[in-house]
């Protein structure tokens, strides 16, 4: 049931920006885009999220369209270390006012020296 | 600070047997959620926990169980493994149950890796 769509992997060289696509066309207008990875071996971290307004962290950019039905992450400089599994995300908003998260598939990025 | 510890790292179980996992959360984290997630798949939503409970569950069979304690802490039970129940089991921790506009990130726990045989 996730609502949003990555390509499966990506590759990138290191030192150069990479930017990860994500469509989420059913996305309502309170939807916030969430953005987590996974490194090898780990749980997922969480990046960065968004509602309208491109947003910057250290970590990383989001670029979001003006219609909201996609957005893109950008890391300005990739390193080896950011070798991940990425996700797009949109929360569920659950009964009794809580929330999960519903992961996709995620893109794969392979970051070469 | 730590993490989110789990417990334990790995587990090797044969069908038909019980489980029980166990997460901690990050020090004044009330919320805890569980996922399940299968090699090359994304984590998938089990159940979430908040103040002791439950506040939300996944599409999944009844013999999945999970429980909080008052230190919040949590437990998650699978009873009569099967074989497709072999998968990651990811803890997450986070202060309040939902965000809205408001960061509340989930923070993981490094996961415990289940294999039934």
């Known amino acids: 049931d996730a609502k949003t769509t990555q390509p499966n992997s990506m590759e990138s060289n290191e030192e150069e920006p990479v930017h990860l696509p994500c469509n989420h066309s059913?996305?309502?207008?309170?939807?916030?885009i969430h953005w987590y990875r996974q490194l090898p071996s780990q749980g997922p971290e969480y990046v960065i999220h968004?509602?309208?307004s491109n947003v910057n962290n250290r970590m990383a950019s989001l670029a979001i369209a003006e219609d909201r039905k996609s957005s893109t992450l950008i890391l300005h400089r990739a390193t080896l270390r950011d070798a991940a599994v990425y996700y797009c995300?949109?929360?569920?908003?659950?009964?009794?006012?809580?929330?999960?998260?519903?992961f996709g598939k995620g893109t794969k990025l392979t970051v070469n020296p | 600070d730590a993490g989110v510890t789990q417990s334990p790292t790995h587990l090797i179980k044969t069908r038909g047997q019980h489980v029980t996992l166990r997460c901690s959360p990050i020090?004044?984290?009330?919320?805890v959620s569980w996922y399940q997630q299968v090699l090359g798949q994304g984590p998938q939503f089990i159940f979430q926990?908040?103040?002791?409970?439950?506040?939300g569950r996944g599409n999944f069979p009844d013999r999945f169980s999970a429980r909080q304690f008052p230190n919040y802490s949590s437990e998650l039970n699978v009873n009569a493994l099967l074989l497709g129940d072999s998968a990651l089991y990811l803890c997450?921790?986070?202060?309040?149950?939902?965000?809205?506009?408001?960061?509340?990130?989930?923070?993981f726990g490094p996961g415990t890796r289940l294999t039934v045989l």
């Open positions: 997450a921790s986070s202060l309040l149950p939902a965000g809205g506009p408001i960061r509340n990130e989930q923070f």
């Open positions: 059913t996305i309502s207008g309170t939807d916030y």
């Open positions: 968004g509602l309208t």
């Open positions: 995300i949109l929360r569920d908003v659950l009964q009794g006012g809580s929330e999960k998260l519903v």
């Open positions: 020090s004044g984290h009330k919320s």
């Open positions: 926990y908040y103040e002791k409970e439950e506040r």
